[in-house]
Antibody, heavy 118, light 108 residues
Framework: EVQLLESGGGLVQPGGSLRLSCAAS????????MSWVRQAPGKGLEWVSV????????NYADSVKGRFTISRDNSKNTLYLQMNSLRADDTAVYYC???????????WGQGTLVTVSS | EIVLTQSPGTLSLSPGERATLSCRAS???????LAWYQQKPGQAPRLLIY???SRATGIPDRFSGSGSGTDFTLTISRVEPEDFAVYSC?????????FGQGTKLEIK
């Protein structure tokens, strides 16, 4: 079964850091572009970042550029999102999804909640 | 950035009725790389349609997508009770990838 499972969310103070993980199973992880998408409480979906299958090409939304870093370990079938200098408006459920340019994004993980608050 | 505007914001229908949801892009969507998702409270988005009109695996044929360029439509031929949810469109042909604000399909 093709599956994604996020972890690493939690409560963090403004200015703090957090690293999210997304464990993939059921498919050849290294063959697929992967993305992070977030959803603030009661709001719509917002794309955050994307990384190519080999990990050599990345891109970010302007709202997180310079603060977040996407990476992957294909030997561990795991996607990461390192989040630094967190702000209150980064509070959201963060989803990982298989997909990027030109492909339907499926599946999605169940999401992990990040709350930035003092 | 391609802005996706969905209408209506809320659609109130009874089971068995036809639902028509619209997604308009601020500029042409590359190669019709437009998807539709269904999302229920507390759940992750579920891919329904990709490439503007291709149904994802396991999606019932009452769901159909159409359109090209800047105007796209999701149609549910006969709404079932399990279809009441929020529907979002998504363009994945031009970075930054963007989503519409969503249409809530509610029971009338």
């Amino acid at each position: 079964e093709v599956q994604l499972l996020e972890s690493g969310g939690g409560l963090v103070q403004p200015g703090g850091s957090l690293r999210l993980s997304c464990a993939a199973s059921g498919f050849t992880f290294s063959s697929y572009t992967m993305s992070w998408v977030r959803q603030a409480p009661g709001k719509g979906l917002e794309w955050v970042s994307v990384i190519s299958g080999g990990g050599d090409v990345t891109n970010y939304a302007d709202s997180v550029k310079g603060r977040f870093t996407i990476s992957r370990d294909n030997s561990k079938n795991t996607l990461y999102l390192q989040m630094n200098s967190l702000r209150a408006d980064d509070t959201a459920v963060y989803y990982c999804a298989r997909g990027g340019y030109g492909s339907g994004w499926w599946p999605w993980g169940q999401g992990t909640l990040v709350t930035v608050s003092s | 950035e391609i802005v996706l505007t969905q209408s209506p914001g809320t659609l109130s229908l009874s089971p068995g009725e036809r639902a028509t949801l619209s997604c308009r892009a601020s500029q042409s969507v590359s190669s019709s790389y437009l998807a539709w998702y269904q999302q229920k409270p507390g759940q992750a988005p579920r891919l329904l349609i990709y490439g503007a009109s291709s149904r994802a695996t396991g999606i019932p044929d009452r769901f159909s997508g159409s359109g090209s360029g800047t105007d796209f439509t999701l149609t549910i031929s006969r709404v079932e009770p399990e279809d009441f949810a929020v529907y979002s469109c998504h363009q994945y042909g031009s970075s930054p990838y963007t989503f519409g604000q969503g249409t809530k399909l509610e029971i009338k």
